[in-house]
């Protein structure tokens, strides 16, 4: 199983372009808050609670993509062209007032992934929508919390027109 995943893509953005020199992401004493990418809504809440939970703490942001390839695919070959979503997530991590990294990676099974790459007792936050029973974000976020590390939903609730077309 040694070829479950792959970085495909990491990027380290400060705020709003792309730094001359790389930042030390790996210097001890910073703290990083990983946002793991569940879906544009669900993302950009966690991207906006990470922010607000990190601006006084010299942290930075971790902006974690698991790109799912099906089996009958090689790895090196998604689904969805690695080049439109540099571009996608580019564009959302540039936004950000925090240094922020973007790790695209390729992957067979995001619980297998998350488990080999999150130091324990990582800091994750999870997007994604409030309902009255568990969504996968939620139950994501469960598991994470159950594997030793510090999970934060920002699950929103549906607006009331939102509520009426659903």
Not at 80 to 95: G, P, S, T
Not at 105 to 133: E, Q, Y
Request: glycine content about 6%; hydrophobic content about 45%.
């Amino acid at each position: 199983m040694a070829n479950d995943f792959m970085l495909a893509y990491r990027e380290d953005l400060k705020v709003g372009a792309v730094s001359p020199q790389p930042p030390d992401l790996g210097a001890p004493g910073k703290l990083e808050l990983t946002v793991l990418f569940t879906g544009l809504a669900g993302t950009l809440s966690a991207l906006r609670k990470a922010t607000e939970l990190a601006s006084g703490l010299n942290a930075r942001i971790r902006l974690l993509v698991p790109q799912l390839v099906p089996y009958p695919l090689p790895l090196e070959s998604p689904p969805v062209l690695l080049e439109f979503n540099k571009q996608r997530f580019q564009a959302i991590a540039a936004k950000q007032s925090l240094e922020t990294r973007v790790d695209i990676f390729l992957c067979r099974d995001v619980d297998v992934l998350l488990r080999k790459i999150l130091a324990h007792g990582s800091t994750v936050l999870i997007g994604g929508r409030k309902r009255w029973w568990p969504t996968s974000e939620a139950r994501m976020a469960r598991r994470l919390h159950r594997w030793g590390y510090e999970t934060v939903f920002t699950g929103e609730l549906l607006q009331e027109e939102e509520h009426k077309h659903a």
